[in-house]
């Protein structure tokens, strides 16, 4: 994977927070040369995962309303199928829909995941 993150890159859907920051940190820490694209409008992420391929998605699933969450996956999955993606998530797991694929059950972490947990995920 370390070949196609330098190649295509990450895709992180998160507000400007602290915690999208502290991502940022850890990601670069991890993979420095590997390209970091930020979408803060969740309106925008079909419109990118249309136009460019991505190693991985990770979404700040903290950010959004409960209801929310399941649609943008959806589309996600819809555009992209087999685009692995992490979900930082709050005290309550999301309801998740349907996978069709392995590859498309996304990973969920806690949004208190440590940055060695991050990486590894």
Same mark, same amino acid.
């Not at 996956?73 to 996978?99: E, K, N």
């Given at each position: 994977?370390?070949?196609? =993150?330098?190649? $295509?890159?990450?895709?992180?859907?998160?507000?400007?927070? =602290?915690?999208? !920051?502290g991502l940022l940190l850890?990601?670069?820490?991890?993979?420095?040369?590997?390209?970091? !694209?930020?979408?803060?409008d969740l309106t925008q992420?079909?419109? =990118?995962?249309?136009?460019?391929?991505?190693a991985l998605l990770i *979404?700040?699933?903290?950010?959004? $309303?409960?209801? =929310?969450?399941?649609?943008?996956? !959806?589309?996600?999955?819809?555009? @992209?199928?087999?685009?692995?993606?992490? *979900?930082? &998530?709050?005290?309550?797991? +999301?309801?998740? +829909?349907?996978?069709?694929?392995?590859?498309? *059950?996304? @990973?969920?972490?806690? /949004? /208190?995941? &440590?940055?060695?947990?991050?990486?590894? $995920?």
């Amino acid at each position: 994977m370390a070949t196609l =993150l330098l190649d $295509a890159g990450l895709l992180v859907a998160a507000p400007p927070t =602290l915690l999208r !920051h502290g991502l940022l940190l850890t990601l670069r820490e991890a993979w420095p040369t590997c390209p970091i !694209h930020f979408v803060a409008d969740l309106t925008q992420l079909p419109r =990118l995962l249309r136009s460019q391929a991505y190693a991985l998605l990770i *979404v700040d699933g903290t950010a959004l $309303a409960a209801k =929310l969450l399941p649609t943008i996956l !959806h589309q996600a999955r819809s555009l @992209r199928p087999w685009l692995p993606t992490l *979900v930082f &998530t709050g005290r309550r797991v +999301p309801v998740l +829909p349907v996978a069709l694929t392995p590859a498309a *059950v996304p @990973r969920l972490l806690s /949004h /208190h995941a &440590t940055p060695a947990e991050v990486a590894s $995920a």
